[in-house]
């Protein structure tokens, strides 16, 4: 077998191809962090219709990888693993990333749609209200706060309630969610985003098929020689 480095890049592999592979895996790497917005507002999608979503983008993401791979196969299967793993936590990871930093501002939304009165109290105010609210209760609930405090309340919480200053009736506004159905959606979400990769770069760990020559070229030549053999001579 052959032998490998620490980072599964194989030791016979020259350097040119070593920095290919490393190419690939930063291409992944590109693609995929851009739609990993697209993917934190495609997981709340209804009866988990976002999966369709990181199987589409998993698709794009591995064809682009396999572009530069390709003219390098076979690869080793570690690369290859190694590779899509990297790309995959940063696909997935910068959704729940984006997931985290505007969780403040989806609570923010929900204020404006739950206040009824607000005197002195503007749309925008309320909305930087609720916001500045939530971003000091998952401080002060969740530490350190921030995208790994959502993370945090996300697991353990259903509701979130931050208090609106200045209404006529202070009334709490509630945000829910489902601390279970968190951990389901990450985890089919990852799967599906892992195995639409792989499946794009998986076949680069084969040699490249030939095509079998057939007969008929063949039995075509074998043909123009008894044909040229038959011919009579002149003289």
């Known amino acids: 077998m052959m032998a490998t480095t620490t980072n599964h890049v194989p030791e016979g592999m020259p350097e040119r191809s070593r920095a290919r592979v490393r190419w690939g895996v930063a291409l992944g790497v590109l693609v995929a962090f851009p739609l990993s917005y697209l993917l934190a507002y495609a997981a709340f999608l209804m009866a988990m ?98 995208v790994v405090g959502y993370w945090r309340w996300a697991m353990d919480k259903k509701t979130i309630e931050i208090p609106i200053t200045g209404q006529a009736r202070p009334k709490p506004i509630c945000y829910n969610n489902n601390g279970w159905m968190f951990i389901l959606r990450v985890f089919l979400c990852g799967v599906a985003l892992t195995l639409a990769v792989y499946s794009m770069v998986a076949p680069l760990a084969k040699e490249p098929t030939s095509p079998t020559p057939t007969a008929e070229p063949a039995d075509a030549s074998r043909s123009t020689a008894q044909c040229t053999e038959r011919q009579p001579t002149k003289g």
Do not use: C, N
């Not at 064809?63 to 290859?80: D, E, G, N, Q, S």
């Not at 105010?125 to 609720?130: L, S």
């Not at 939530?134 to 002060?140: K, S, V």
């Open 49 to 146: 219709l976002g999966l369709f979503f990181f199987v589409l983008f998993g698709l794009v993401i591995g064809a682009a990888m396999f572009r530069v791979w390709v003219p390098l196969r076979p690869l080793t299967p570690a690369t290859i693993k190694l590779g899509v793993a990297v790309v995959v936590l940063m696909g997935w990871g910068g959704a729940l990333v984006w997931e985290g930093v505007t969780f403040p501002a989806d609570v923010a939304k929900e204020a404006i749609k739950q206040v009824i009165k607000a005197p002195g109290k503007t749309g925008h105010d309320v909305r930087a209200d609720a916001a500045q609210s939530t971003r000091e209760y998952l401080a002060r609930e969740y530490p350190p706060g921030g």
